[in-house]
């Protein structure tokens, strides 16, 4: 062993430049200062203390890796945030009663939420569980704040709220009463301590036995800026042990010291000035780690960002430091500290990340080169994954998958939706679709039946409120399925009602009970016909973790009242959303992507920050529900811009790396954004230095957004498409249609040709809401029953029996009681109308002829009989002998104009079929003396009939109806004739249910579309 490290004088204070792969310098000068290839035993004497659990575990990875193929020992490497007194340094019971044990995260959560909720309840405003839940996350985030920053009392706080807030505005001190005495109180019934308290408690107890039997052994605190005082403690005492070594992560030794006593709690460099200051260790004593001496370049980039970051106070002195910096390193001092470093500002959010994508892919054009990503956007870092699977790889992202995410957490999360809502086929089909969905059965075969089964029968108004709703629409005309297909669904839906029965409760229940029939349900339901549904369920993605959550739930929750369903839904889902899987095997070894503080003492040979926006990164302050700002100060906490501070101390250690590109996007959500304040800093300062210049050396890489662009742009120009003019063969062409098709047809081709020869039939959505549709049927079905019940008299309560008939009717539809409620009132309007109607046509010699009668009528056509087919809504016998075709409308009818132009001709071609051909039920071939419509509405107009007839006779109208589509279908059985999309200006749908099969979208606006025939 050398005099180079644990020989030197106390304290032994190190630094390693951020250029520098910390960990492996430090593995590399560890190595070779304990001999570890002479005597491999001499690492294993070693205790090493580092910030994180991520820290220490990549530390052993370096170690591990610089073992080569022989044994690796590895020193004793514990993480400072998670100190475990059962475990080295300590001896065994050494600690046992400094602090009871610590109470678990989330049973901290639970005791807060039920504190939270009395004092809420108390107050006269109740949150609920889920709510409260929230809070206690915030809460107990405090509680480790006023821990980490050793504030043990309130009492100023209290002193100032009394002082100065008048007595209604002193909520606040029944919030410090949580704080202060209830909590501690209830962790002493538990026989409990809060973690981050305990934390400290072991941290200073560890300083307090160092300092009275200091350890013979090496010690090392690696990396940490000690930002936490109990942490700043130990770090000092550990600079002066017999063999103990603090190495510091980017200290600026180079800042002036007019800066250096002017540094502010946003500054990168506070944390470790107060501890310098705090263990009485001037900058001049830190010394270099050993071994690894920093470059002239890295020292001027290291130099520009520390510049760039100066303390707000003192960057007046900027020009003057400009000129001190070129006097002591060269007039190219800054052109080299700008090697490498680039900012490159996307227009968008999505094109950041397609060039964070195309940054990554470089990469791997090199052997071994490494990258990683640092951003605290979780949507970009999301996005980013994304982007880079179009190269086929995928990216390690440390900030992983939220639990709800992943097959076992979204499995889960609609299994409560179901149960929650058990004749919602959104709900249903969503549960289905998840791989781990079999009940019993083989999934392939489950999942391809349930798929037919949603398409064809549970579209449109949802069945009704149960899962037995759903399973009767199997029997309902829609629905084609074969017959096993349809006895496997029916037994598959039948023995889910049966395993989810247990969650069908509406009475509380505790969170335990909520838990244990969820987890039941959930294995239940994952079985398949091979498997066990546990095995199914918890070894498929993030399956431990939800796992772990309903563990805790089971265990942990009996503080918390007895819940209901949709609360204990609350509740499950507050505790997931905090939950992130890390990604599982199949990543590409030289990309990562990593947030910034899992970035810290990471290194690679290219460094993308991405997210430089401010409110981004840095993060914004965000609202604190608990203490404001000033409430902070009054007890002595570290102010929010210490959190800037480290912030600013993470991006001042990856922007000095070689080659570091910086990203933003200049908008997001359609508002411009606002730079970083790093980057307006560094910005500001390369002008000054070498004016426009700078500016676009900063900018040197801005070419990489056109090369993102490219990456979706198509190199021919764009070309808007054709109008479709489909000519298939006479023989695939309809040989009849209805009557309302007609109007279809003459107005829309397309859409004919869509569905008479294509075969497709547009989809309602599930659980549709009953709309104007199914209004109007529900209209028809009361007045068919009503007017067949009442063809010789009407009743003296016909208004009553119309109502009771729209109930029901309405009903039948799917529409909710509110609703209902509204569409009563208005056919309540409507019904006195129509019973007036009746009662006057009656009067007036009218009877009832047929109603919803059907009819058809063969015409002869070029390629042969061609049927039009239709349904009168009724056809009254006027007083003449004639007969007269009513038509009910719950809309606006089509005028006399449309009508007589060919574009609406219902009517006429209805009274067609009566006078050529006497092809309706129960009437022969007879003349037809009116035409009418009869509007139904209800509103501040109740109803109307109007008679369409009036200049032309009704005889004339439907003979020349006829002939018209005599000629139309004449001309559709050439081939040569085209089924084109809706070709008439004057007379097209507003909407069609082909017109995206059309792609009107693209051809309809674009230039040169004439608009068709007039």
Not at 58 to 76: E, H, I, K, Y
Not at 196 to 201: D, F, H, K
Not at 263 to 270: K, M, V
Not at 691 to 713: F, N
Request: hydrophobic residues 40%; negative net charge.
């Amino acid at each position: 062993m050398t005099a180079r490290l644990f020989d030197t004088p106390n304290p032994r204070v190190f630094n390693i430049p951020p250029s520098t792969d910390f960990l492996s310098a430090v593995v590399e000068t560890l190595r070779a200062e304990l001999e570890s290839e002479r005597d491999p035993d001499a690492l294993t004497k070693c205790l090493i203390l580092v910030p994180t659990r991520r820290a220490a575990k990549a530390l052993g990875d370096a170690f591990a890796l610089s073992a080569g193929s022989g044994v690796a020992l590895l020193p004793m490497i514990r993480p400072l945030g998670d100190i475990d007194v059962d475990d080295p340094p300590f001896e065994p019971g050494e600690l046992a009663g400094i602090a009871p044990p610590a109470v678990s995260r989330t049973r901290r959560l639970f005791e807060l939420s039920r504190l939270i909720l009395a004092k809420e309840t108390a107050l006269g405003r109740p949150i609920g569980t889920p709510g409260a839940l929230a809070l206690a996350r915030t809460l107990a985030e405090l509680l480790d704040d006023l821990a980490d920053e050793s504030v043990t009392s309130l009492e100023p706080l209290r002193s100032a709220i009394s002082d100065h807030l008048p007595e209604d505005r002193r909520e606040a001190i029944e919030f410090l009463s949580i704080v202060e005495q209830i909590w501690p109180g209830r962790l002493a019934e538990l026989g409990l301590s809060d973690p981050s308290a305990r934390r400290s408690l072991v941290l200073n107890a560890l300083s307090d036995r160092w300092l009275k039997h200091p350890p013979q052994t090496p010690v090392m605190v690696l990396g940490s800026t000690g930002s936490i005082p109990a942490v700043r403690r130990l770090m000092g005492v550990v600079s002066r042990l017999p063999q103990g070594a603090v190495v510091l992560p980017g200290l600026d030794w180079d800042a002036d010291d007019h800066a250096w006593d002017s540094l502010d709690d946003g500054h990168p460099q506070w944390a470790m000035r107060d501890y310098l200051r705090e263990n009485e260790t001037a900058r001049s004593e830190v010394q270099p780690w050993p071994g690894h001496a920093e470059a002239a370049s890295a020292r001027a980039r290291r130099r520009l960002v520390a510049e760039a970051l100066r303390p707000a106070e003192v960057t007046d002195e900027w020009l003057a430091r400009v000129d001190h910096l070129r006097q002591a390193n060269g007039a190219a001092f800054f052109d080299d500290a700008l090697d490498g470093l680039s900012l490159v500002e996307c227009p968008d959010p999505l094109s950041e990340a397609k060039l964070c994508a195309l940054l990554f892919r470089e990469v791997l054009e090199h052997e071994g080169k490494t990258a990683i990503l640092v951003t605290p956007d979780r949507s970009l870092a999301r996005r980013v994954s994304v982007e880079m699977q179009r190269f086929g790889v995928r990216v390690d992202d440390s900030g992983g998958t939220a639990l709800p995410e992943t097959l076992a957490g979204a499995f889960l999360d609609r299994l409560l939706d179901v149960v929650d809502d058990p004749g919602s086929v959104v709900a249903q089909t969503a549960l289905w679709s998840s791989p781990l969905y079999a009940m019993g059965q083989a999934r392939g075969e489950v999942h391809s039946a349930l798929q037919k089964f949603e398409a064809d029968g549970l579209r449109g108004v949802r069945p009704g409120p149960r899962l037995a709703d759903i399973i009767a629409r199997l029997d309902h005309e829609r629905s084609e399925l074969f017959e096993a297909d349809r006895e496997l669904v029916r037994g598959v839906l039948n023995a889910q009602i049966e395993a989810q029965s247990d969650m069908l409760a509406d009475e509380a229940r505790s969170v335990a009970d909520w838990a244990r029939h969820h987890a039941m349900l959930a294995e239940a339901v994952a079985r398949d016909g091979e498997q066990d549904g546990a095995l199914r369920l918890w070894r498929s993605e993030g399956g431990e973790i939800a796992a772990r959550v309903l563990s805790e739930l089971m265990t942990e929750s009996e503080v918390l009242p007895e819940l209901s369903l949709p609360e204990y839904t609350g509740v499950f889902r507050e505790l997931c959303s905090a939950q992130r899987i890390p990604p599982a095997t199949g990543v590409h070894p030289r990309l990562q992507i990593l947030g910034p503080m899992e970035a810290r003492l990471a290194s690679a040979d290219r460094v993308i920050l991405a997210g430089l926006n401010e409110g981004i990164w840095p993060t914004g302050a965000g609202a604190d529900p608990w203490m404001s700002r000033g409430m902070r100060q009054e007890v002595g906490m570290g102010a929010a811009e210490k959190r800037y501070g480290l912030a600013a101390h993470d991006f001042a250690q990856m922007a000095a790396a070689g080659e570091v590109f910086m990203t933003r996007a200049t908008r997001a959500d359609g508002a411009p954004t606002v730079a970083s304040r790093w980057i307006w800093r560094l910005k500001t300062l390369v002008q000054g230095a070498l004016g426009e210049a700078g500016e676009k050396r900063l900018a040197g890489a801005a070419h990489y957004v056109g090369y993102a662009s490219a990456l979706d742009r198509c190199d021919a120009p764009p070309r808007p498409a054709v109008s479709p003019a489909p000519t298939p063969p006479v023989a695939a062409r309809p040989r009849g249609l209805s009557i309302t098709e007609i109007r279809t047809w003459v107005r829309d081709p397309y859409a004919i040709y869509a569905r008479h020869v294509l075969g497709l039939r547009p989809l309602d959505p599930p659980d549709m809401v009953p709309g104007p549709r199914e209004r109007g049927t529900a209209l028809h079905a009361v007045l068919e029953t009503a007017m067949e019940t009442w063809r010789k008299a009407l009743p003296e309560d016909a208004v009553a029996q119309l109502l009771d008939l729209a109930a029901q009717e309405l009903r039948k539809t799917g529409i909710g009681e509110q609703a209902l409620d509204i569409e009563l009132r208005r056919f309540a309007r409507a019904a006195e109308w129509i019973v007036q109607w009746e009662t006057q046509r009656r009067a007036d010699g009218h009877a009832i002829a047929a109603i919803e009668t059907r009819g058809r009528i063969t015409l002869d056509a070029p390629a042969g009989e061609w049927t039009l087919r239709g349904r009168a809504d009724r056809i009254d016998r006027r007083a003449d002998g004639g007969l007269d075709v009513i038509d009910y409308k719950s809309g606006n009818p089509p005028t006399a104009k449309m009508i007589n132009a060919g574009f609406d001709p219902q009517l006429p071609l209805t009274a067609a079929i009566i006078e050529q051909a006497g092809g309706f039920e129960g009437l022969g071939q007879e003349a037809v003396n009116a035409l009418s419509y009869v509007k139904i509405s209800g509103g501040s107009e109740a109803g109307r009939a109007t008679r369409i007839d009036g200049k032309t006779p009704a005889s004339d109208m439907a003979s020349k109806a006829l002939d018209d589509l005599c000629d139309w279908i004449a001309r559709f059985d050439d081939e040569a004739e085209a089924y084109l999309s809706q070709p008439r200006r004057q007379y097209r749908n507003d909407y069609g249910d082909y017109d995206h099969l059309a792609r009107r979208g693209e051809w309809a606006i674009a230039p040169g579309e004439d608009g068709g025939e007039n």
